[in-house]
């Protein structure tokens, strides 16, 4: 089974930059979409952005639309969130997944494997 690992998080002040990395083990991940979500205090979990298998098809939450842009290299077995213009109200824990749909969803109930997340704080 795929396993994932988060990294990339920290410190940033509002309208600077972070790129998220999820390393993932296994031999499937190039059939596996994947997705961002993000959690902060007091607050359910949210969808932020997927990528299909074919790293054709990219979805993204409107709040981060223009802003954060999701990608894959397959031969490093990796996907990566860059993040630009940061903003305070993005602070969570941010969580990269595998999907169990061919596509993928913006539903965290259609994610099977999780990683441990990764902290983003954006200070004003």
């Known amino acids: 089974q795929v396993q994932l690992v988060e990294s990339g998080g920290g410190l940033v002040q509002a309208g600077g930059s972070l790129r998220l990395s999820c390393a993932a083990s296994g031999r499937t991940f190039s059939r596996l979409s994947l997705g961002w979500f993000r959690q902060a205090p007091g607050k359910e979990r949210e969808f932020v952005a997927r990528?299909?298998?074919?790293?054709?098809?990219?979805y993204y939450a409107d709040s981060v639309k223009g802003r954060f842009t999701i990608s894959r290299d397959n031969a490093k077995n990796t996907v990566y969130l860059q993040m630009n213009s940061l903003k305070p109200e993005d602070t969570a824990v941010y969580y990269c997944?595998?999907?169990?749909?061919?596509?993928?969803?913006?539903?965290?109930?259609?994610?099977?494997?999780w990683g441990q997340g990764t902290q983003v704080t954006v200070s004003s």
């Open positions: 997944a595998a999907a169990t749909t061919y596509y993928g969803s913006n539903d965290d109930r259609d994610y099977g494997v």
């Open positions: 990528i299909a298998w074919n790293a054709v098809n990219t």
